[in-house]
């Protein structure tokens, strides 16, 4: 799908944004489709331009992607006429014939993340247009309308890596480097984008403690439980046939940083070699590690801190009190 030259300026400049917050590649990629897949309905429904998006024009794609008819606006005739060449010119090109077919329903889940991704886009260019009057005065997505109500059978839950877990998956990594990044995950509660990013100077020994750069780009230093048996994995590792000038933990053979994609497809593979359950993901270790600092600490706000969360509430998802207080 082509964006319209204007358009995509605004979707580079947010996405420039995100990345100066050091958000995940995951996150970046999620972001850049939701805002695409809206702006190629608003072309193709209203002939809008991003800009001029309105609350109604939401509350339209709202149904759409509930999968309800919306009622058609009011449009001028050359609003009609330019639609209707658009949607011709369309017929004539596989791909954009492809993306004009009525998409299926989409989960409630999947809908809020849309309609989140779109209140967030739209926050920033009023915060950093506004002033200048290029329009962005108000925020379209309203809040009630991006606060859709989940129910329980709409949330697929992340499964919690409890002890027996982690222990199971050890027994499955046979290399040296893949112990090691499973303790680091497990003990650090670190996202993929982090440990992709590891440096052996983030390694301090005398305090046992590890300085990284967190989530949105600011320095995070934690105390690890485990930290003498991580920094003897680590040396070990550093010894095993590592070039000196490489300063990354975990690196291709070319010497660059291992991708995230490259640790999750590793993941991938010892959560099937172990026979875990099926939604055991990367952030199953932050849920456990979560859960395991609660039950020693009982302190809400400790554990906010240390996966490095800005709202307790958010970490309070992360806390499995099935698995607490079984």
């Known amino acids: 799908m082509t964006l319209a030259r204007s358009d995509r300026e605004l979707v580079g400049k947010y996405h420039d944004s995100l990345r100066q917050q050091n958000k995940s590649l995951h996150t970046l990629k999620n972001y850049q489709s939701d805002i695409e897949h809206f702006c190629f309905w608003l072309r193709t429904h209203t002939t809008k331009k991003l800009a001029s998006t309105t609350p109604e024009d939401i509350h339209q794609y709202s149904q759409y992607l509930s999968g309800q008819q919306t009622v058609p606006q009011k449009r001028s005739f050359w609003q009609r006429l330019l639609s209707n060449l658009l949607q011709l010119l369309c017929l004539q090109n596989e791909s954009f014939n492809s993306c004009l077919k009525k998409d299926p329903p989409m989960a409630v889940a999947s809908k809020r993340r849309h309609l989140s991704s779109l209140k967030n886009f739209f926050e920033f260019h009023c915060q950093s247009h506004g002033a200048e009057k290029k329009g962005f005065y108000r925020n379209p997505v309203r809040s009630k309308l991006h606060a859709i109500g989940l129910k329980e059978k709409d949330?697929?839950?992340?499964?919690?890596?409890?002890?027996?877990?982690?222990?199971?998956?050890?027994?499955?990594?046979?290399?040296?480097?893949?112990?090691?990044?499973?303790?680091?995950?497990?003990?650090?509660?670190?996202?993929?984008?982090?440990?992709?990013?590891?440096?052996?100077?983030?390694?301090?020994?005398?305090?046992?403690?590890?300085?990284?750069?967190?989530?949105?780009?600011?320095?995070?230093?934690?105390?690890?439980?485990?930290?003498e048996k991580i920094y003897d994995m680590l040396q070990a590792h550093q010894l095993r046939g590592r070039k000196e000038d490489i300063d990354w933990v975990f690196s291709s053979h070319s010497g660059t940083a291992l991708t995230p994609r490259s640790h999750y497809n590793r993941l991938k593979n010892l959560f099937k070699k172990a026979s875990l359950h099926s939604q055991m993901t990367p952030h199953s270790f932050r849920k456990g590690r979560a859960t395991q600092l609660y039950a020693q600490t009982k302190d809400l706000l400790y554990v906010r801190d240390y996966l490095n969360h800005r709202d307790a509430k958010v970490t309070q998802t992360y806390i499995d009190t099935q698995y607490l207080y079984s």
Do not use: M
Not at 163 to 181: G, I, V, Y
């Open 155 to 227: 949330v697929q839950h992340t499964k919690t890596l409890t002890q027996e877990d982690f222990e199971t998956l050890l027994e499955c990594a046979t290399k040296l480097e893949h112990r090691l990044a499973l303790w680091i995950l497990y003990d650090g509660a670190l996202r993929l984008e982090e440990l992709s990013k590891l440096k052996f100077e983030a390694f301090h020994s005398p305090s046992q403690t590890l300085r990284f750069i967190r989530k949105g780009g600011n320095w995070h230093t934690l105390k690890l439980d485990h930290f």
